[in-house]
């Protein structure tokens, strides 16, 4: 592991482990997966691997302040002194700018932290999207089915994961396609 990588794996296990032990291994197994998309990546495998690490963070509760997990944890990302790019790609994981809109939160993420299209980020959403609460192996339908059952389906995250499921199975099958063209 590199030191960027080992630093945020590190920074996620402190803040995650004992406050939040359930999101902690979701982001374990996250972190982990995303290890084997390092070649779909090219020289952004570092970057990858630090934003899957990070990337649920915002949960923890000495960081939340919106209640937005997306843009809490890149705010604190930043304060503590991580990149703006890494910062991004936590702010706007599996969709969050869906979220954003429904929670009235749109134009500050959006102002705050630029929205990347890019292998590194459609990675970031497929580990995310393909990996259940308890860090189990999901396809997206079935992750996508999970947070339905999870949530009731007139919460505001089923509302906003209904708005997203296009751009996430997108990011999903580009994923998948560009892992067919790299052998692992």
């Not at 915002?58 to 890149?74: C, E, K, M, Q, W």
């Not at 192996?137 to 505001?156: K, Q």
Request: hydrophobic letters at 45%; one cysteine or more.
């Amino acid at each position: 592991m590199t030191d960027l990588a080992s630093l945020a794996a590190r920074t996620a296990a402190r803040q995650l482990a004992t406050a939040l032990p359930r999101r902690w291994r979701h982001v374990q197994a996250v972190g982990s997966k995303v290890e084997s998309l390092r070649p779909v990546v090219g020289d952004d495998g570092d970057v990858l691997v630090a934003a899957a690490w990070l990337h649920d963070i915002g949960y923890t509760p000495r960081i939340v302040n919106t209640g937005f997990h997306s843009l809490d944890g890149a705010r604190w990302l930043l304060r503590e002194g991580f990149s703006l790019r890494i910062a991004s790609l936590v702010a706007h994981h599996s969709c969050a700018s869906y979220e954003a809109e429904e929670r009235g939160l749109g134009a500050i993420l959006a102002a705050e932290f630029p929205h990347e299209e890019s292998s590194t980020a459609d990675a970031l959403w497929f580990a995310d999207m393909t990996t259940g609460p308890d860090g189990q192996d999901f396809t997206v339908d079935e992750r996508l089915a999970e947070i339905r059952e999870r949530y009731g389906s007139e919460d505001l995250v089923a509302r906003f994961w209904r708005k997203a499921e296009p751009a996430l199975i997108g990011a999903a099958r580009r994923t998948m396609m560009r892992m067919a063209s790299h052998p692992m």
